[in-house]
């Protein structure tokens, strides 16, 4: 029985997706980029940690990076699939909770007539770093 139980762990690990790697620009072609001494005072915005640790783990459920569309996605789908696509606002909830809501930014996935509303809004735990809800339009 162990030994079953043993195999069917085994045969199941090989099913798990990991992620790949970020993508990233080759050195060659990266080379003519030059970081500034210092970001710009007038653009800079500045993201409090708390705050990006839940704009990332919302995302990262959101719009998981590695999934594959099916080849005959339109082109609406594969623009509403794209973290980009999305603006970001968040708020304060009451204690440890933070409100992060994605939608979709102005001009992105143009179409014909409007792009329904396919953002969300989550609740996120900022002290067990975990998604306490999930309200869809």
Known sequence: MKLKVLLSCIMLAGCATRPGPLPRVP???AAWFKFPDALPADTRREVPAATAAAIQ???DDFRPRHVRLPEDASAVEVCL???Q???VRTAP?????LLVRFSVSPGACMQEGA?????AT???DTQA????AVQLP
């Open 93 to 97: 909830s009451t204690e440890g909770i």
């Open 122 to 124: 989550y609740a996120v």
């Open 27 to 29: 050195p060659a072609e």
């Open 115 to 119: 792009v329904n509303d396919m953002g």
């Open 81 to 83: 699939n794209q973290r």
């Open 85 to 87: 696509s999305y603006d």
């Open 129 to 132: 770093w975990r998604i306490l």
């Open 57 to 59: 783990l919302a995302m």
